[in-house]
């Protein structure tokens, strides 16, 4: 089984650029989690989807942040304007609606502002 | 409050030892329970999951107090391999997931 996809893995901006990331979940995985991790802390919750619906975007910084899920599958989050504060590594993970639920990650994309 | 507390550590422990992990969190309702093991600069991967009963798998034990809302986990004879962190995470209706801070672990030779 494929696992949670991710791109870029890493990306480097100047501050006041955008930048935008993108996830294609595990086949059939109804639920899409963008998290953010900074460095020494555990993963933040910025959107959860379920299929094409948003779930919870109540930590999303909705003035710079945005995310999709058009068609229930993959999904982008995008940064505009980013901050140096950003920089972090964005994480998407995937999970069923049946079975045990757990989470599957992708490896991330490692976000660096300047 | 935060929703999940853990110790961040470190925790420095000699290969073989036993060494323990702790973890509440603040949601009542939460339905089901996970620790995920995070290796420096990967993503989290799924350690086990934690049943009502207590389960064990290999070296690793993970324990459920509903009650106290309470969860730990056990690793027996350390291995250098182990050293990465351990993220207690509680799942709530909805499939929504909370993460702790995690607890780091070395395990030195």
């Known amino acids: ?114 | 409050r935060k929703e999940v507390e853990q110790d961040p550590g470190p925790f420095n422990v000699p290969e073989g030892a036993t060494v323990a992990f702790n973890c509440t969190y603040s949601n009542s309702a939460s339905q089901s329970f996970f620790w995920y093991r995070q290796d420096c600069r990967k993503e989290p991967k799924l350690l086990m999951s934690v049943y009502s009963s207590g389960n064990e798998d290999g070296r690793f034990t993970a324990q459920l107090n509903r009650a106290s809302q309470y969860i730990s986990l056990l690793i027996r004879d350390s291995k250098l391999s182990d050293s990465a962190t351990y993220l207690c995470v509680p799942k709530a209706a909805g499939n929504q997931f909370y993460f702790g801070t995690g607890t780091s672990l070395t395990v030195i030779p």
Do not use: M
């Open chain 1, 1 to 114: 089984e494929a696992g949670v996809a991710q791109s870029p893995r890493y990306k480097i901006i100047e501050k006041r650029q955008s930048v935008a990331f993108w996830c294609n979940p595990i086949s059939g995985h109804a639920t899409l989690y963008w998290y953010q991790q900074i460095l020494g802390q555990g993963p933040k919750l910025l959107i959860q989807f379920q299929n094409n619906g948003v779930v919870d975007d109540s930590q999303l910084p909705k003035d710079r942040f945005s995310a999709e899920r058009l068609k229930g599958v993959d999904s982008t989050l995008k940064i505009q304007p980013a901050k140096l504060e950003d920089s972090a590594v964005y994480l998407c993970a995937s999970s069923s609606l049946a079975g045990n639920n757990e989470q599957f990650f992708g490896p991330g994309t490692r976000l660096t502002v300047l």
